[in-house]
């Protein structure tokens, strides 16, 4: 199955939030992937790699084995970038944050 670019990126930005979600999740703990389960999904394997080589994660290999975790870069990026970045919470309300998915699928 062939995806177009759009949606290249629009999985490359999901996998960094939630990479970024299960890190903090998880007290800091790398998320665990094999390499067969990333060979189930070529897209999701480039994601990766794509992710890894613009440093916004660290894959840690050991075996067949991976250890995935944001880079301290890719932890800004999302903190920078995510849709809730900007809501301010006051008597149960929120403002809205601007939208910034188009520049982030440019950047990607």
Do not use: C
Request: net charge negative.
């Amino acid at each position: 199955m062939t995806i177009t670019i759009r949606e290249r990126k629009e999985l490359r930005i999901q996998l960094l939030f939630n990479l970024y979600e299960y890190y903090y999740q998880n007290n800091g703990v790398s998320k665990k992937l094999t390499r067969e389960n990333l060979q189930e999904n070529k897209e999701v394997d480039l994601a990766y790699q794509y992710l890894e080589n613009k440093n916004l994660i660290h894959v840690d290999r050991q075996g067949s084995q991976l250890f995935i975790k944001p880079t301290v870069s890719g932890i800004d990026f999302v903190e920078e970038n995510h849709p809730d970045r900007n809501k301010v919470k006051t008597n149960n309300e929120s403002q809205e944050p601007d939208n910034t998915a188009q520049a982030l699928l440019d950047w990607l």
